[in-house]
């Protein structure tokens, strides 16, 4: 059924990996801050592209996460974007809240190697 | 011997994939720009720490790589942070020229799916 699934135009450029997965780049699209990285199957980039609210593969649960559900700290999706390779995904999202688990704005916050 | 391989106690917080890598988000540390993701392995991570110069592990050659070694379109790194599970790094770097092999700035300008 139309619309059920990936575009195949998209799903045909997509390099996963080994595990069918591709690592997502999440940025606040109006700061340029990068938030997170998470990781997409081909369903999870399909709801995400198609319901507005980024969705990704849980790969230490197994299962599909809507980021903010139980938070509530929602990502809205503003875009999408694929690299030259077709192997990672950018997406450009407005953030609720903290995007970290730990409470920070940012996962990349807290561990600081250089300067 | 002191320096020769990545400092231990960063060593032991870097969680790494089955192929023994992990993700790394580079930034133009100035505009925010999303750059490209590439992987490092411990000694890419150590190298570029060290160098000042952004070294990754290529996938497909099978090789380190320094960037711009051969186009000339260097990324010199002005910080590195880890995220919160210690399974990404996010590199700042100031770009020389262009990021992408096509010649795009990044590596996210031509295949946008969304808007």
Do not use: N
């Not at 299962?63 to 809205?76: D, F, L, N, P």
């Not at 903290?98 to 190697?113: I, K, M, N, V, Y």
């Amino acid at each position: 059924m139309a619309g059920m699934s990936l575009d195949p135009q998209i799903a045909a450029r997509l390099k996963r990996g080994a595990d069918g997965l591709v690592p997502a780049i999440v940025q606040q699209y109006d700061t340029g801050e990068v938030l997170m990285l998470a990781w997409m199957d081909d369903e999870a980039l399909h709801r995400t592209l198609t319901t507005g609210r980024a969705t990704y593969w849980s790969r230490s649960r197994g299962e599909y996460w809507v980021k903010g559900a139980t938070s509530g700290h929602a990502q809205h999706v503003k875009s999408v974007a694929l690299d030259c390779d077709g192997d990672t995904v950018l997406l450009k999202v407005d953030q609720v809240g903290a995007a970290c688990h730990t409470g920070d704005r940012t996962c990349f916050d807290a561990d600081e190697l250089l300067p």
